[in-house]
């Protein structure tokens, strides 16, 4: 039987698992049914909190392609994406989001996700403005630059 | 006169944007009025969609300090983080986020942040559930580890 995407993706969950990576989450990207990036939470291997599955499989995507623009790819998750990967899926432009787990159940192991989009939802109110001049300067700057993008 | 964090974070956002690097953001994380990090957007060097200033400057931290932990530390950045620099910030236990711009000002200079607010909210909404049995296995065989970790 030839192995789904989401298949693809908890193989590579078991791999960080049993190698000691980090948690139990996998994600591949898939363009016109072909498998282009893949990826695994490797937290603990690289010592870097961003590298969360799905983080994983964009830049292994966006590597192997030469372009940080995915349009017209999904993404396939084992487990819900957490606020910033769900942003990141969202800035590399996926189409479709397929998830295994959902946040509960990620919760169900002690990966107590809860507390994170509580979290967020307060530290969006803990922003301290500063220097907002100067830093408004710097867009000014910005926006006469010849050529610019936005992305 | 000694420059601030928020100084130092400008002045990433101006080396990245005068050498093509990617938008006008820079940002640098501080621990005891020491910075230990620093990141500008690198989207277009990188071709990668996740290189915002501050995820930058979080891995360079990380790799500075040897840990996936930044506790204790506080993120300057020049523009109000994105949702997935957010959650980024938070995976990362920092603690003060202090900021120069906020989303309307990056709205000005032509960074549309809006949309992709709007869009967030509507994509947590579009997750497609898949395989969910076979990725809670996957969850049961990480629980029976010993000596996991979770973050």
């Known amino acids: 039987m030839k192995k789904s995407p989401m298949d693809?993706?908890?193989q590579e969950a078991e791999y960080g698992m049993e190698n000691g990576h980090g948690g139990p989450f996998g994600a591949v990207v898939v363009r016109d049914g072909k498998i282009i990036g893949r990826g695994h939470n490797r937290v603990l291997l690289y010592r870097d909190p961003t590298c969360h599955g799905e983080i994983e499989a964009i830049r292994d995507a966006c590597r192997k392609t030469g372009t940080h623009s995915l349009?017209?790819?999904d993404i396939y998750t084992t487990s819900e994406p957490c606020p910033m990967c769900l942003g990141a899926i969202l800035w590399a432009?996926?189409?479709n989001i397929y998830i295994g787990c959902n946040r509960e159940d990620a919760e169900d192991i002690g990966f107590r996700d809860r507390v994170f989009y509580d979290t967020?939802?307060?530290m969006a109110y803990r922003l301290i403005p500063l220097q907002r001049e100067d830093?408004?300067?710097?867009?000014?700057r910005y926006k006469a630059l010849?050529?610019?993008e936005t992305y």
Do not use: H, S, Y
């Open 146 to 148: 010849p050529g610019r």
């Open 135 to 140: 830093c408004l300067a710097l867009f000014a």
């Open 8 to 10: 693809a993706a908890i």
């Open 120 to 122: 967020m939802n307060q």
């Open 71 to 73: 349009e017209g790819t």
């Open 93 to 95: 432009g996926i189409r």
